[in-house]
């Protein structure tokens, strides 16, 4: 408790002298390196990071500077550092809340979870973990695919969370109320009894107004039972795969590769003259 490590104390320092963005993140346990309390493990989690802010403000003030963190509870029951608790969550969202009091970017979590395998635990705690993360607003995100409290890396979870992920963005993006989408006139239009299926409104806005996941099911049961009646790990696996075996990324236009490659090279110009 109320100690920087040196490893990570050299690390806010050197990135501070190179100009480089650094994540800086206390991960603390309530009940064992911080107070039971959550009150408590905010109270001390933050000193921790913003005195970590200090020490790399003080080696070049305006270094850019990313507040964590990963506050969770140790569970008593097991000792672990609990990914799916709810004040896993709880503590993330109200750091966010912090973050943007004090005008500091913030690193927070999402899409992960205790259970040591992908199963309807791990589909629970990653939902309402991503849902907080995007209700509460961090600005980089992290954890996305871990089970087994961070211990552990699942690709068909990662897929899946992609999902959770989608739906979540389309919570938070909320409901566009104008004259178009009020659709006043179309109502009128169609009238009692009718049917919108072959308006052109409907053929405007449901692609846009509706979140279509890629392997969460929606088919009919009989459907589902001749696709297969595949799990949604038994689909996400296969998603795995394909993407491993068959995902060609579109290159990035010449003028952004040019960009990044000027960035590489100003970088390595100050890492020689320092």
Request: aromatic fraction near 8%; glycine fraction near 8%.
């Amino acid at each position: 408790p109320l100690q920087h490590a040196w490893e990570a104390a050299s690390k806010l320092i050197l990135a501070a002298r190179k100009g480089l963005p650094v994540v800086y993140t206390p991960c603390v346990m309530a009940g064992g390196t911080v107070p039971a309390t959550m009150a408590g493990v905010l109270t001390q989690g933050l000193a921790e990071s913003l005195s970590g802010l200090v020490i790399n403000q003080a080696t070049r003030e305006g270094s850019p500077f990313i507040m964590g963190g990963v506050f969770t509870i140790m569970d008593m029951s097991s000792t672990i550092f609990s990914y799916g608790s709810p004040e896993f969550n709880l503590l993330m969202s109200s750091l966010a809340d912090l973050a943007h009091y004090l005008k500091l970017p913030m690193f927070g979590t999402a899409g992960c979870s205790d259970s040591n395998l992908v199963d309807e635990q791990a589909g629970i705690e990653a939902a309402l973990s991503i849902a907080m993360t995007a209700l509460s607003g961090p600005n980089l995100n992290h954890d996305v695919g871990y089970i087994e409290y961070g211990s552990t890396s699942s690709l068909e979870f990662l897929a899946i969370n992609n999902d959770v992920i989608g739906m979540a963005r389309r919570l938070v993006r909320g409901i566009k109320v104008n004259d178009e989408t009020l659709a006043l006139d179309i109502i009128h239009k169609i009238g009692p009894g009718g049917h919108f299926l072959s308006e052109d409104h409907t053929m405007k806005h449901f692609k846009t107004e509706t979140y279509y996941p890629s392997l969460i099911d929606r088919q009919r049961y009989e459907s589902w039972l001749e696709s297969g009646s595949k799990t949604l790990f038994e689909r996400a696996n296969e998603k795995v795969k394909d993407i491993i075996e068959n995902y060609e990324p579109d290159p990035l236009p010449k003028d952004v590769q040019q960009k990044i490659r000027a960035i590489v090279e100003r970088s390595e110009q100050k890492v020689v003259k320092s």
